[in-house]
Protein backbone atom coordinates (compact mmCIF):
# COMPACT_ATOMS: atom_id res chain seq x y z
CA UNK A 1 0.00 0.00 0.00
CA UNK A 2 1.45 3.60 -0.82
CA UNK A 3 1.81 6.48 1.73
CA UNK A 4 0.17 9.48 1.03
CA UNK A 5 -3.00 10.71 -0.70
CA UNK A 6 -4.61 9.24 -3.63
CA UNK A 7 -6.22 11.34 -6.09
CA UNK A 8 -10.03 11.09 -4.91
CA UNK A 9 -9.06 11.90 -1.17
CA UNK A 10 -7.40 15.31 -2.75
CA UNK A 11 -9.72 18.24 -1.23
CA UNK A 12 -11.04 20.96 -3.43
CA UNK A 13 -9.07 24.30 -2.72
CA UNK A 14 -10.99 27.57 -1.85
CA UNK A 15 -11.91 30.01 -4.54
CA UNK A 16 -10.93 33.89 -4.10
CA UNK A 17 -12.62 36.52 -5.85
CA UNK A 18 -11.74 39.91 -5.88
CA UNK A 19 -14.69 42.11 -6.17
CA UNK A 20 -14.62 44.50 -9.17
CA UNK A 21 -14.67 47.86 -6.68
CA UNK A 22 -11.09 46.60 -4.97
CA UNK A 23 -9.13 49.35 -6.90
CA UNK A 24 -11.64 51.96 -5.40
CA UNK A 25 -10.54 50.88 -1.78
CA UNK A 26 -6.78 52.08 -2.50
CA UNK A 27 -5.34 55.24 -0.97
CA UNK A 28 -4.79 58.15 -3.56
CA UNK A 29 -1.19 58.56 -5.43
CA UNK A 30 -0.13 61.56 -3.51
CA UNK A 31 0.72 64.59 -4.95
CA UNK A 32 3.54 66.11 -5.76
CA UNK A 33 4.80 68.89 -3.39
CA UNK A 34 4.67 72.40 -4.93
CA UNK A 35 8.15 73.19 -3.39
CA UNK A 36 11.18 70.63 -3.16
CA UNK A 37 14.94 70.70 -2.20
CA UNK A 38 17.81 68.71 -2.09
CA UNK A 39 20.90 68.87 -0.93
CA UNK A 40 24.39 66.83 -1.25
CA UNK A 41 28.25 66.67 -0.94
CA UNK A 42 30.54 66.63 -3.89
CA UNK A 43 32.30 63.99 -1.80
CA UNK A 44 30.92 61.75 0.39
CA UNK A 45 34.11 60.23 1.40
CA UNK A 46 36.60 63.41 1.82
CA UNK A 47 39.69 63.33 3.98
CA UNK A 48 39.38 64.35 7.18
CA UNK A 49 41.06 67.86 6.30
CA UNK A 50 39.28 68.39 3.00
CA UNK A 51 37.48 70.96 1.40
CA UNK A 52 33.84 69.57 -0.17
CA UNK A 53 31.47 71.43 -1.53
CA UNK A 54 27.95 71.28 -0.79
CA UNK A 55 24.88 71.77 -3.37
CA UNK A 56 21.45 72.31 -2.98
CA UNK A 57 18.47 72.80 -5.43
CA UNK A 58 14.87 74.23 -4.96
CA UNK A 59 12.42 73.62 -7.38
CA UNK A 60 8.31 75.00 -7.95
CA UNK A 61 6.76 72.66 -9.88
CA UNK A 62 9.73 70.63 -10.55
CA UNK A 63 11.52 74.59 -11.99
CA UNK A 64 13.91 75.73 -10.68
CA UNK A 65 13.12 78.70 -7.97
CA UNK A 66 15.96 81.67 -8.84
CA UNK A 67 16.61 84.25 -5.55
CA UNK A 68 15.95 82.09 -2.97
CA UNK A 69 18.30 82.47 0.23
CA UNK A 70 20.19 79.53 1.76
CA UNK A 71 21.66 78.75 4.93
CA UNK A 72 23.72 75.31 5.83
CA UNK A 73 24.16 73.97 9.18
CA UNK A 74 26.65 71.46 9.36
CA UNK A 75 26.51 68.25 12.41
CA UNK A 76 29.72 67.78 13.61
CA UNK A 77 29.72 65.05 15.87
CA UNK A 78 31.05 67.90 18.16
CA UNK A 79 28.25 70.52 17.78
CA UNK A 80 26.97 72.30 15.24
CA UNK A 81 27.81 75.26 12.69
CA UNK A 82 26.12 77.45 10.74
CA UNK A 83 28.24 78.16 7.86
CA UNK A 84 28.71 82.20 6.97
CA UNK A 85 27.37 81.75 3.73
CA UNK A 86 24.24 83.19 2.64
CA UNK A 87 24.13 82.13 -1.32
CA UNK A 88 20.81 83.65 -3.35
CA UNK A 89 19.86 80.54 -5.78
CA UNK A 90 20.31 80.60 -9.36
CA UNK A 91 18.27 80.49 -12.40
CA UNK A 92 18.18 76.74 -12.43
CA UNK A 93 17.79 76.66 -8.66
CA UNK A 94 21.35 75.46 -7.33
CA UNK A 95 23.50 77.02 -4.77
CA UNK A 96 26.58 75.79 -3.18
CA UNK A 97 28.47 76.09 0.28
CA UNK A 98 32.60 75.62 0.84
CA UNK A 99 33.25 73.63 4.03
CA UNK A 100 36.53 72.66 4.68
CA UNK A 101 36.54 69.85 6.96
CA UNK A 102 39.63 71.10 9.31
CA UNK A 103 39.32 67.88 11.37
CA UNK A 104 36.36 68.63 12.69
CA UNK A 105 34.86 65.49 11.88
CA UNK A 106 36.25 61.94 13.58
CA UNK A 107 36.90 59.57 10.62
CA UNK A 108 34.23 56.91 10.06
CA UNK A 109 31.84 58.89 11.67
CA UNK A 110 28.59 60.38 9.18
CA UNK A 111 27.71 63.91 9.55
CA UNK A 112 24.96 65.53 8.13
CA UNK A 113 24.28 69.14 6.63
CA UNK A 114 21.40 70.83 6.71
CA UNK A 115 20.40 73.68 4.02
CA UNK A 116 17.31 75.81 4.26
CA UNK A 117 16.18 77.60 1.47
CA UNK A 118 14.16 81.31 2.41
CA UNK A 119 11.97 83.71 0.02
CA UNK A 120 8.70 85.92 1.56
CA UNK A 121 6.41 83.27 2.72
CA UNK A 122 8.45 80.35 1.99
CA UNK A 123 11.08 78.35 4.40
CA UNK A 124 12.02 74.97 3.45
CA UNK A 125 14.39 72.46 5.11
CA UNK A 126 15.97 70.25 2.08
CA UNK A 127 16.84 66.39 2.81
CA UNK A 128 20.02 67.15 3.79
CA UNK A 129 23.16 66.09 2.54
CA UNK A 130 25.86 63.82 4.13
CA UNK A 131 29.35 62.84 3.92
CA UNK A 132 32.02 60.57 6.32
CA UNK A 133 35.62 61.26 6.37
CA UNK A 134 37.95 57.96 5.78
Known amino acids: ?12 QQTVTVSSGFQSQASPIPTIPTYLCGAWSSNNAPGPNSTIIIFARITKDLAGVSGATATAVVHFQGGDQTLDQHPASDKGGYVSFTLALQGRQPVKIPATVVVTFGFPGVTLNCTPAFFTPM
Request: net charge negative.
Open 1 to 12: MACGATPDQVAP
